[in-house]
């Protein structure tokens, strides 16, 4: 592992972070010089009140000159004074000592004015004659940076924030991109598409995620070969079952066509059968687990189907009472006849043989907003509850809650949970509260 998405992850979020810096830094300085100068309006009526006050000044009429510089202070809520260079008052106020500024009396109006000073700075417009001057306490109106704090609090906080966002988002993209890659190539698999590569969906990206893909298509390909093999298994299995076992259902033919077949060839005959139906419902498990098949091709008309089950157990089981409720019809579609009534079918019959004789069982039928529930109850010694879903594991028994014969290889109620779910079907189990057991069917109608 040499850390390559270390790596990139610290150089981008190094870089990300000095060029954020810098670029703020750089737009703040920007900011403020921009906003630390008088705007043109201000500068334009502070130089035509130095025109003014120098054309009263110059009339020698220094009582209209005081007057008018009472009036202006009075509208503008500042101080003015006309002064010469030598610091004497000429008109207006006593000239404050505290707003000498070295070999200047007030600032010029091109001039920058800081924004963090608490007090307006006073401003300087010379006269023609350039040893008299218009000084003005500048107005708060007119000062520059009235929004500074705002201006400030945006460039300190909410603009690196968004940034901060960004940059986050753009890493959060870098790292999601090959975990969703990965995630098409994984959901491509689970549907059984083993030559998917991870590999190539990531492109040119050289580091550990790359090498997580090279390990998934490796992984991938050595579960692909897997489940081929065991595919192939499974059909030679089946073909190499099969064959012995029609030679000896051939042969036992022949035996119990004599006139009197011995103990031994019926007790052969019926063990016979029962292993082919062990191997055929073994080896539909094994294909409804590995292939996982959508079985939806066909309208099911579901109270004939009950119907026919219900009287094919009635033959098999005559000792037996079984009790239904049915609607007139309901038809169901995008759904298997063959599924619908092979699973149907493992669930009745587990249902009547663990009922004892002269009991009933009952199969009950409604509809439900969009699916149709089936509830098939027993009246058997039930199942322990910490075993109400293991029961749907293949080759599962409960020998000590439920009687077992020899003819039950814990494989219906297996092979009927999977034939259920390969129409989007459900069956679950549950005790009743007056001793049996319930099994409860969900198909959707459409």
């Known amino acids: 592992m040499t850390n390559k998405l270390f790596l990139k992850l610290c150089l981008i979020i190094a870089l990300s972070l000095v060029v954020v810096f810098y670029l703020l830094n750089l737009l703040t300085y920007n900011t403020e010089e921009g906003m630390s100068y008088l705007s043109l309006e201000d500068k334009q009526t502070l130089n035509s009140w130095g025109k003014q006050a120098e054309k009263l000044y110059l009339s020698g009429d220094k009582q209209v000159l005081d007057s008018w510089l009472a009036t202006k202070q009075k509208q503008e809520k500042t101080w003015m004074v006309v002064a010469s260079f030598d610091i004497n008052n000429i008109a207006g106020e006593t000239l404050k000592s505290e707003y000498y ?29 350039n040893r008299t001057s218009l000084l003005v306490y500048l107005p708060d109106s007119m000062r520059p940076g009235s929004y500074w704090q705002y201006t400030q609090l945006t460039l300190q906080i909410i603009v690196p924030a968004i940034l901060l966002i960004f940059l986050s988002y753009l890493l959060y993209r870098y790292i999601m991109t090959p975990l969703l890659q990965l995630k098409v190539a994984t959901r491509e698999f689970s549907k059984g598409r083993f030559d998917i590569s991870a590999t190539k969906l990531m492109g040119k990206r050289n580091d550990e995620f790359s090498e997580l893909a090279m390990t998934f298509d490796q992984m991938a390909a050595r579960i692909g070969e897997q489940l081929t093999s065991q595919r192939q298994l499974i059909a030679d299995l089946s073909h190499e079952l099969r064959t012995p076992l029609t030679r000896l259902d051939i042969a036992l033919e022949k035996e119990n066509n004599l006139a009197f077949p011995s103990e031994n060839i019926k007790r052969i005959d019926r063990e016979s059968k029962q292993i082919r139906k062990l191997v055929e419902d073994t080896l539909t498990l094994a ?122 290889f814990g494989l219906g109620l297996a092979l009927a949970q999977r034939q259920l779910a390969a129409i989007r079907g459900s069956i679950t189990a549950n005790n009743e509260k007056n001793g049996g057991l319930c099994m409860t069917i969900k198909l959707p109608k459409r």
């Open 287 to 408: 294909w409804l687990e590995n292939e996982q098949p959508k079985l939806q091709q066909e309208s099911l008309e579901l109270v004939d189907l009950l119907d026919v089950l219900i009287e094919d157990a009635k033959f098999e089981f005559p000792n037996n009472i079984i009790s239904s409720n049915f609607p007139n019809s309901i038809i169901v579609d995008n759904s298997s006849h063959r599924a619908a009534g092979q699973a149907l079918e493992n669930v009745l019959r587990n249902a009547v043989r663990y009922t004892p004789v002269g009991q009933t069982v009952s199969v009950t039928l409604t509809e439900q907003n969009e699916e149709v529930e089936i509830k098939v109850v027993d009246q058997g010694p039930g199942v322990p509850e910490q075993y109400l879903n293991t029961i749907f594991k293949p080759f599962f028994r409960v020998e000590s809650s439920r009687t077992t014969d020899s003819c039950s």
């Open 101 to 129: 500024q070295g070999y200047n009396l007030g600032r010029n109006v091109e001039w920058k004015i800081h924004l963090y000073f608490d007090q307006n700075p006073v401003m300087q417009i010379p006269f023609s004659d």
